[in-house]
Protein backbone atom coordinates (compact mmCIF):
# COMPACT_ATOMS: atom_id res chain seq x y z
CA UNK A 1 0.00 0.00 0.00
CA UNK A 2 2.98 2.37 0.70
CA UNK A 3 4.49 1.62 -2.04
CA UNK A 4 5.19 3.20 -4.91
CA UNK A 5 7.36 3.45 -8.42
CA UNK A 6 9.42 7.12 -9.11
CA UNK A 7 9.67 7.47 -13.01
CA UNK A 8 12.75 9.87 -13.37
CA UNK A 9 12.40 13.25 -15.68
CA UNK A 10 12.82 12.51 -19.46
CA UNK A 11 12.23 8.75 -19.22
CA UNK A 12 9.61 6.61 -20.73
CA UNK A 13 7.44 4.28 -19.12
CA UNK A 14 4.40 1.71 -19.22
CA UNK A 15 2.12 0.30 -16.86
CA UNK A 16 1.17 -2.98 -17.80
CA UNK A 17 -0.32 -5.35 -15.32
CA UNK A 18 1.67 -8.87 -15.19
CA UNK A 19 -1.59 -10.63 -14.57
CA UNK A 20 -3.89 -11.68 -17.51
CA UNK A 21 -6.91 -12.63 -14.88
CA UNK A 22 -6.34 -9.43 -12.27
CA UNK A 23 -6.89 -6.25 -13.51
CA UNK A 24 -4.45 -3.33 -13.14
CA UNK A 25 -4.83 -0.52 -10.52
CA UNK A 26 -2.78 2.60 -10.25
CA UNK A 27 -2.29 5.98 -9.93
CA UNK A 28 -0.06 8.26 -11.42
CA UNK A 29 1.36 11.78 -10.36
CA UNK A 30 1.68 14.24 -12.80
CA UNK A 31 2.57 17.81 -12.70
CA UNK A 32 -0.19 20.08 -14.63
CA UNK A 33 2.44 22.38 -16.00
CA UNK A 34 4.16 19.66 -18.35
CA UNK A 35 2.07 17.67 -21.32
CA UNK A 36 2.34 14.01 -21.83
CA UNK A 37 4.83 13.64 -25.37
CA UNK A 38 4.14 11.43 -27.49
CA UNK A 39 5.50 12.20 -30.80
CA UNK A 40 8.93 10.38 -30.03
CA UNK A 41 7.20 7.39 -29.30
CA UNK A 42 4.61 7.81 -32.06
CA UNK A 43 7.84 7.96 -34.25
CA UNK A 44 9.29 4.79 -33.08
CA UNK A 45 5.81 2.67 -33.15
CA UNK A 46 5.54 2.64 -29.59
CA UNK A 47 8.09 2.03 -26.63
CA UNK A 48 11.28 0.03 -26.51
CA UNK A 49 9.66 -3.26 -25.33
CA UNK A 50 6.39 -5.23 -26.30
CA UNK A 51 4.74 -7.23 -23.57
CA UNK A 52 2.97 -10.57 -25.31
CA UNK A 53 0.82 -13.00 -23.29
CA UNK A 54 1.87 -16.21 -24.13
CA UNK A 55 -0.38 -18.58 -22.22
CA UNK A 56 -0.24 -17.55 -18.57
CA UNK A 57 3.17 -15.80 -19.13
CA UNK A 58 4.16 -12.74 -20.36
CA UNK A 59 7.25 -12.86 -22.84
CA UNK A 60 8.87 -8.90 -23.89
CA UNK A 61 9.55 -8.55 -27.39
CA UNK A 62 12.41 -5.73 -28.28
CA UNK A 63 10.73 -2.94 -30.59
CA UNK A 64 13.62 -2.64 -33.66
CA UNK A 65 12.87 1.05 -34.02
CA UNK A 66 14.88 1.17 -30.81
CA UNK A 67 19.06 0.30 -30.45
CA UNK A 68 19.07 -2.57 -28.48
CA UNK A 69 18.72 -1.80 -24.75
CA UNK A 70 18.01 -4.00 -21.52
CA UNK A 71 14.26 -3.97 -19.97
CA UNK A 72 13.91 -2.76 -16.96
CA UNK A 73 10.99 -4.11 -15.02
CA UNK A 74 10.22 -2.18 -11.87
CA UNK A 75 8.71 -3.39 -8.45
CA UNK A 76 7.20 -0.65 -6.09
CA UNK A 77 9.49 1.00 -3.38
CA UNK A 78 9.09 3.15 -0.86
CA UNK A 79 11.39 6.23 -2.08
CA UNK A 80 12.19 7.42 1.70
CA UNK A 81 15.21 9.88 -0.21
CA UNK A 82 12.60 11.84 -1.64
CA UNK A 83 10.80 11.99 1.86
CA UNK A 84 8.20 9.86 0.56
CA UNK A 85 6.54 7.87 4.00
CA UNK A 86 3.50 4.97 3.88
CA UNK A 87 1.05 7.57 4.23
CA UNK A 88 -1.63 7.80 1.95
CA UNK A 89 -0.23 9.70 -0.79
CA UNK A 90 -2.85 12.29 -0.98
CA UNK A 91 -2.90 12.89 2.40
CA UNK A 92 1.19 13.59 2.01
CA UNK A 93 0.52 15.96 -0.18
CA UNK A 94 -2.50 17.98 1.89
CA UNK A 95 -0.27 17.91 4.56
CA UNK A 96 2.76 19.04 3.10
CA UNK A 97 2.40 20.24 -0.69
CA UNK A 98 5.96 20.63 -1.28
CA UNK A 99 7.31 17.80 -0.52
CA UNK A 100 6.27 16.68 -3.83
CA UNK A 101 8.38 19.53 -5.96
CA UNK A 102 10.69 17.12 -6.86
CA UNK A 103 8.18 15.74 -9.68
CA UNK A 104 7.78 19.52 -10.42
CA UNK A 105 10.96 20.52 -10.42
CA UNK A 106 13.35 18.08 -10.69
CA UNK A 107 16.52 20.21 -10.42
CA UNK A 108 15.56 20.93 -6.66
CA UNK A 109 16.56 17.70 -6.22
CA UNK A 110 19.02 16.89 -8.58
CA UNK A 111 21.48 14.95 -6.88
CA UNK A 112 18.95 12.23 -5.73
CA UNK A 113 18.16 12.09 -9.77
CA UNK A 114 21.30 11.81 -11.16
CA UNK A 115 22.35 7.83 -10.26
CA UNK A 116 18.82 7.41 -9.71
CA UNK A 117 17.44 3.71 -10.64
CA UNK A 118 13.56 3.09 -9.98
Request: proline share 9%; with cysteine; aromatic share 16%.
Amino acid sequence: PGEKVLVPPGWGHATISASPEEPLTFGAWCDREYGFEYEAIRARRGLAWYPLVQGRHIVWQHNKHYMAGRLQMITPRCYSEFGITDAPVYQQFIDDPARFQFISRPDKTAELWRNFHP
